[in-house]
Every structure is written in C-alpha cells, then in structure tokens.
T-cell receptor, first 115, second 113 residues
Framework: DAGVIQSPRHEVTEMGQEVTLRCKPI?????LFWYRQTMMRGLELLIY????????DSGMPEDRFSAKMPNASFSTLKIQPSEPRDSAVYFC?????????????FGDGTRLSIL | KNQVEQSPQSLIILEGKNCTLQ??????????LRWYKQDTGRGPVSLTI?????NTKSNGRYTATLDADTKQSSLHITASQLSDSASYICVAFYGGSQGNLIFGKGTKLSVKP
C-alpha cells in the first residue's frame, strides 16, 4: 500500500519565485495536513483539510502561503512570492476517519531552500 | 500556555542498552499524546497514541507511559538497536480538534555499536 507521496523531494529556487509543493494522500484517508519543520521551531501545523475542505488555516504564516485540495487524492501548498525565511522541510500527512485518535501518516517531505 | 517539553535534547547509548525519553506537557483540555520516530531525511512515523484513560502502550520494543495527573509521558526503548538512532518527537493534542496540537522539539538518540 503506497504511503503519502510528496513532490518534489528537494526544491531550490530564488527569492521572489513561486513555489508549489504537491501531496498525494493515502487512498481512503479523509484528513490531510500540511506541516513545516525547521531547526528553530520544530514541527508546526500550517493547515488541515477534511473531505477536501480547509478546516483550520490558522497556522499559515502569511498571505504568501496558500493551500488547495481540489480532490481527495491531491493537494498543493503554494508560496508566492517566496522568501529565504521560508526555507524549511514541508511535510504532508493524512489520516482516516473522524476523531483525534487516528494516527497520521507522513510523507518524506519536501526540502525547500530559498536563495 | 500550551507547551510540550522533551528531555534530554540528545542521548548517546550503546547498542543493546535500554533508555527512557521524557515528555512533559501542559495542554488543556487534554485529548491524547503521541510519540513519533523520525529518521534523518524521512517523515515522522507514529509509534504510540495514548488517551487520558491509558497509562501504558507498547509497540514492539517501544513502551510509552502516560501520567495524566503529573502531565508526564515517557518512551522506553528496550534492547536498543542501531536502527533506533533517530529523533523521537512527543506531540500533545487538546480540545478534540485535529488542528489543536503542540509538538515537542524532540530527543535525538544515537545508538553506537
């Protein structure tokens, strides 16, 4: 059974450019989460979806960040314009069913470097 | 203020030895506490999930404990293996929402031969 798939695995781009990160959740999972991990702040939740609908985006740092989930098998996290402080590892995770006691399954992340 | 603190920050042990990692949490209202293992360059992998009523949960050589009164959790690793070298992250959920969670900064464990 395929896990959560993220692409690209690595992205290096210049400040000001648009960056799009992609995620394919585990089939049948109806929750999808986007996280960011840095050395300074650790893991932080950015936004999560339930049945393709954004439920809580209070962790999105600013308007330069946006996330969409057009269908149950695909989500994107977009940064426009990108800044050096956005450099981090971005993880996507998915989980099944309602309730907060379901394990979240993480992808292997996108390592983003903004020069 | 909701927070999760882990100790130690890092730990080096010899293969075959046991070790215990600590997590102190302050969240309200408490929902559940999770331990994740994160290998270098990989995403976190869930080890255990414990609710208020559970005080011990095992996953192979990993045993997590939870004391809801003192708001402390520990992760005990038995007979460590080289593959246990990783960061171990404690996460506290609160309020019943999937979006209400606080991550600890993790403990970096190195198992040496």
């Amino acid at each position: 059974d395929a896990g959560v798939i993220q692409s690209p695995r690595h992205e290096v781009t210049e400040m000001g450019q648009e960056v799009t990160l992609r995620c394919k959740p585990i089939s049948g999972h109806d929750y999808l989460f986007w996280y960011r991990q840095t050395m300074m702040r650790g893991l932080e939740l950015l936004i999560y979806f339930n049945n393709n609908v954004p439920i809580d985006d209070s962790g999105m740092p600013e308007d330069r960040f946006s996330a969409k989930m057009p269908n149950a098998s695909f989500s994107t996290l977009k940064i426009q314009p990108s800044e050096p402080r956005d450099s981090a590892v971005y993880f996507c995770a998915s989980s099944s069913r309602q309730g907060s006691n379901q394990p979240q399954h993480f992808g292997d992340g996108t390592r983003l470097s903004i020069l | 203020k909701n927070q999760v603190e882990q100790s130690p920050q890092s730990l080096i042990i010899l293969e075959g030895k046991n070790c215990t990692l600590q997590c102190n949490y302050t969240v309200s209202p408490f929902s559940n506490l999770r331990w994740y293992k994160q290998d270098t360059g990989r995403g976190p992998v869930s080890l255990t999930i414990m609710t208020f009523s559970e005080n011990t949960k095992s996953n192979g050589r990993y045993t997590a404990t939870l004391d809801a009164d003192t708001k402390q959790s520990s992760l005990h690793i038995t007979a460590s293996q080289l593959s246990d070298s990783a960061s171990y992250i404690c996460v506290a959920f609160y309020g019943g929402s999937q979006g209400n969670l606080i991550f600890g900064k993790g403990t970096k464990l190195s198992v040496k031969p």
